[in-house]
């Protein structure tokens, strides 16, 4: 599995020596339980304006975001990569704010842990981090495949319709016709249903 690791920006003079060699140490501990855990940390990149494109390029299996405090920037960017195709997120912070987490949650995140950035504890967070996204990829897939049957039995209903307005025909004559006309020309129901409506509109 390849992974990206994004760490908070730090601006010069914004934090002191301790608050640095304790990023640095986050760092540290995150590559070792990667590391011990099989996985292959591909590349650590600022959580920049940058990090989208640095991200379509590299392609990553999954993303971890560390952030021990306020991850909003960050989010932004996470954002911005996740919008076109989606992969899991695992963030790492110390901010235990419920609003943090909600917006952390609503960018895409798979799992936001808390005061939890052990070496022990990387390989059992991105299992549940994994798990946890492949079933909202099935609830997500279901949805998209509901809507999408919907809106073609719509197509469908509206042709039938057109078919009972302009010939006088039953409903279930009306479908009936519709099915035939797609058995004829190899296309599927909505399909068909799709092009009586088109030219229905070129006729007004």
Do not use: C
């Not at 419920?98 to 022990?120: K, N």
């Not at 997500?140 to 919907?150: A, F, G, I, S, V």
């Not at 016709?177 to 296309?187: G, P, V």
């Amino acid at each position: 599995m390849r992974i990206v690791v994004a760490t908070t920006v730090v601006q010069p003079g914004e934090q002191d020596d301790a608050t640095l060699a304790a990023q640095v140490r986050r760092g540290n501990t995150l590559r070792i339980g990667l590391l011990e855990a099989g996985y292959d940390l591909i590349a650590s990149l600022p959580a920049d304006m940058f990090l989208p494109e640095r991200i379509a390029q590299l392609q990553p299996d999954l993303i971890i975001i560390d952030a021990e405090s306020d991850a909003r920037d960050v989010l932004e960017h996470i954002v911005i990569t996740s919008r076109d195709e989606r992969r899991p997120i695992v963030l790492f912070t110390e901010d235990a704010t419920t609003s943090s987490m909600e917006a952390a949650m609503a960018a895409g995140v798979s799992a936001y842990i808390v005061a939890g950035l052990q070496a022990e504890r990387i390989k059992p967070v991105l299992g549940v981090a994994l798990a946890r996204f492949r079933q909202e990829q099935i609830l997500l897939d279901e949805l998209t495949d509901t809507r999408h049957k919907l809106a073609e039995r719509k197509v469908v209903e509206r042709a039938k319709g057109v078919l009972i307005a302009h010939q006088q025909l039953t409903e279930d004559q009306a479908y009936q016709q519709l099915r035939s006309m797609a058995m004829n020309k190899k296309l599927k129901l909505s399909d068909i249903a799709q092009r009586i409506l088109d030219v229905e509109d070129l006729l007004g």
